[in-house]
């Protein structure tokens, strides 16, 4: 066989070769058994010398075009395998112990926690759950609830009332007492839970705007004692046993006798801080037994009937709960502070 008949046979092999090789080992093996220190392809090249004058050129040209080929296909595959391998490694390859990333999720707004703890101890009481307006009549934020105009009682509710209307922002959550007796029968057993506006300054324990619960219970035979019994019932069931309560006389026009409840205060067990004003209690509810007006302005006769009513400071309530040392935090929506419920 000539020389360059033999270099063809090679080129035809080293093309089959290369057609065939899947890994870059393979190609690694075929450039040593051509174009190696001691390939076939170089050994013909290193011969070239030895051949006479005439038939180096020819063969030379051959032998070389050929090596140049089969570097050239060599380079292009080994490419083309080296991209497939690192798209492979960036695809197909999932770390099955790296920790999931957890999708953000929103929560409830501890207030909204707390109306539902509240409502859950007071329903498994008896106690239904009721909700009225936001923005009321003075008829039922005042006059029915035994507050006539010019009554210095008014001044207790600073108000915010609605531009070129006789409509305001409900002052607490009592109106619902009257607009539920209203159109029902007794007995009656409600709480309703609400947002409500009052036009003063604001304090740790104070804000222009927070949120009541309401409580109306009326039968024919309902005491000071049942409240008391069920008031007392509520904080244990909500706070735990070891919480102490105090009830002091009171006086608002809707209810006689009237009272006013405190609790000891939970953020400083007692001792005085910011919250309790220095006192060691905290004042959470207003209450007494309804007033024969409200009966009356209700279409109710209160010679058949009696009963408590009162309005918790849903707020204060959550700021013992939770240890809340400022009111105002629940309503700067700092998401330092919301996330930690
Ligand atoms: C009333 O609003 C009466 N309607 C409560 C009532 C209902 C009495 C039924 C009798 C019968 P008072 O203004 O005291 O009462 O408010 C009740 C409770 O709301 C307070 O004890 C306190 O816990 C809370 N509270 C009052 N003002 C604020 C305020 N500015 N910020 C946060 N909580 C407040």
């Known amino acids: 066989m000539t020389l360059l008949l033999f270099l063809k046979s090679l080129q035809r092999k080293a093309e089959k070769e290369l057609k ?98 509240a409502e859950e101890v007071f329903q498994s009481i008896g106690f239904s759950v009721v909700e009225g307006p936001e923005i009321e009549n ?99 069931r909500f706070f735990g046993k070891e919480t102490k309560i105090r009830m002091r006389p009171s006086y608002f026009p809707f209810t006689e006798p009237s009272f006013e409840v405190d609790m000891s205060c939970l953020n400083c067990r007692g001792e005085g801080c910011p919250v309790c004003s220095q006192t060691g209690w905290l004042e959470m509810m207003g209450a007494g037994m309804v007033h024969p007006t409200v009966y009356k302005a209700t279409g109710l006769n209160p010679k058949y009937w009696q009963g408590f009513a009162f309005g918790i400071g849903m707020d204060r309530l959550a700021m013992m709960k939770y240890k809340i040392n400022d009111i105002r935090l629940f309503y700067g929506g700092d998401l330092r502070f919301l996330n930690q419920f």
Not at 176 to 191: A, D
Request: a positive charge; glycine letters at 4%; charged letters at 30%.
């Open 20 to 117: 065939e090789a899947k890994e870059l080992k393979q190609l690694d093996d075929i450039f040593q058994k051509y174009l190696g220190k001691k390939g076939e392809l170089t050994a013909i090249l290193r011969s070239l010398e030895k051949l006479p004058e005439t038939k180096r050129a020819k063969v030379g040209k051959q032998a070389n075009n050929l090596k140049n080929l089969v570097k050239q296909r060599i380079e292009v595959k080994a490419k083309k395998m080296r991209l497939v391998k690192e798209v492979a490694k960036k695809t197909d390859w999932i770390d099955v112990t790296i920790p999931g990333r957890k999708p953000l999720a929103g929560h409830l707004h501890p207030l909204t926690q707390i109306k539902s703890q």
């Open 138 to 236: 003075e008829w039922y934020n005042f006059d029915a609830l035994n507050i006539p105009k010019d009554h210095p009682a008014r001044d207790a509710w600073s108000t915010f009332w609605l531009k070129d209307s006789k409509l305001l922002l409900r002052t607490h959550t009592s109106p619902v007492q009257v607009r539920y007796m209203e159109k029902n029968n007794p007995p009656l057993r409600i709480i309703v839970p609400g947002r409500i506006f009052r036009h003063e300054a604001t304090d740790a324990s104070h804000e222009i705007n927070f949120y009541q619960v309401e409580g109306l219970m009326i039968d024919k035979k309902v005491s000071a004692a049942n409240f008391k019994a069920i008031i007392q019932e509520f904080f244990k």
